[in-house]
């Protein structure tokens, strides 16, 4: 009962932060995993870093 109820054709949450609209293209805004090919995610605290969710594989930030 407490649960929200997707709506039909509704885009899921945050999916417009992924990609972005450059001279009528959509280019991704994050990277992509060298090992696996899934989208990385940025991570800021406690370290700076590039972490994949699928095969753990994670990359550090230069400072």
Do not use: D, Q
């Amino acid at each position: 009962m407490g649960e929200k109820e997707k709506k039909k054709g509704e885009a899921k949450e945050g999916s417009w932060k992924v990609y972005k609209i450059e001279g009528g293209k959509a280019k991704l805004s994050n990277k992509k995993c060298p090992r696996c090919g899934k989208v990385m995610a940025f991570h800021k605290e406690p370290n700076a870093r590039w972490a994949c969710g699928g095969c753990h594989y994670t990359e550090y930030a230069k400072r």
